[in-house]
């Protein structure tokens, strides 16, 4: 089974630039999430999708970030304009449905990508 | 809100000893689900355990033993028999189910391991 497949792994842009990532969850997953790690910190999720619809974005920078899952599978995240506190990793994640009464449905545990590495400069 | 605390930036063990990285935890959920991950300077988030609210026994999963007390809110991941390939950043988790709430994956501090040989 393929995994979480995200791209570029990494990206150098000057401060004002835009940049996009990409991610294809793995395949039956209805939540996609995306999360911001910077360095020596712990993942911070930006927005999560359950299908094409957005669950929670309530830490998403709107002004500056954007994210969209249109058909309910694959999904990219832009950021116009860069700064350089946007400097991270950027971790896609997907998962099952979490239902922690039944063990049957399996752990909802999510399944990462490597990562986008962003430098902004 | 969710909320976990990792109090430990650093922790060292010898090759061969066990660990405990702690993990506490606050929710309002009615039921929730504690995961830890462990991330090797590689990048990648691997995923170790989980353990649900209502389990009534802890979470083991080869080396990785999950020492859950519900009522300390607590949710300590144990490494027996250390290797140097354990050393990592280690994540605790928490993900909770409530009617009308997301469901999202929150994440503590991490705790960074070291394996001394």
């Known amino acids: 089974e393929a995994g979480v497949a995200q791209s570029p792994r990494y990206k150098i842009i000057e401060k004002r630039q835009s940049v996009a990532f990409w991610c294809n969850p793995i395949?039956?997953?209805?939540?996609l999430y995306w999360y911001q790690q910077i360095l020596g910190q712990g993942p911070k999720l930006l927005i999560q999708?359950?299908?094409?619809?957005?669950?929670?974005d309530s830490q998403l920078p709107k002004d500056r970030f954007s994210a969209e899952r249109l058909k309910g599978v694959d999904s990219t995240l832009k950021i116009q304009p860069a700064k350089l506190e946007d400097s991270a990793v950027y971790l896609c994640?997907?998962?099952?449905?979490?239902?922690?009464?039944?063990?049957?449905?399996?752990?909802?545990?999510?399944?990462f990508g490597e990562g986008s590495r962003l430098t902004v400069l | 809100a969710q909320k976990i605390t990792q109090t430990q930036p650093g922790m060292f063990v010898q090759e061969k000893e066990a660990v405990t990285l702690d993990c506490t935890y606050d929710?309002?959920?009615?039921?929730?689900?504690l995961f830890w991950y462990k991330q090797p300077s590689s990048g990648e988030m691997i995923f170790l355990i989980y353990?649900?609210?209502?389990?009534?026994q802890n979470a083991t999963e080869g080396r990785y033993s999950l020492n859950f007390q519900k009522a300390r809110k607590s949710a300590n991941l144990v490494i027996s028999a250390s290797q140097l390939g354990d050393s990592a950043m280690y994540f605790c988790?928490?993900?909770?189910?409530?009617?009308?709430?997301?469901?999202?994956?929150?994440f503590g501090k991490g705790t960074k391991l070291t394996v001394n040989p």
């Open positions: 994640a997907s998962s099952l449905v979490f239902r922690p009464l039944n063990r049957g449905a399996g752990t909802g545990e999510l399944f």
């Open positions: 395949s039956g997953h209805a939540t």
């Open positions: 999708f359950q299908n094409n619809g957005v669950v929670d």
């Open positions: 929710t309002s959920d009615p039921s929730y689900g």
């Open positions: 353990q649900g609210s209502y389990d009534q």
């Open positions: 988790a928490m993900r909770g189910r409530r009617l009308g709430g997301s469901e999202k994956l929150v």
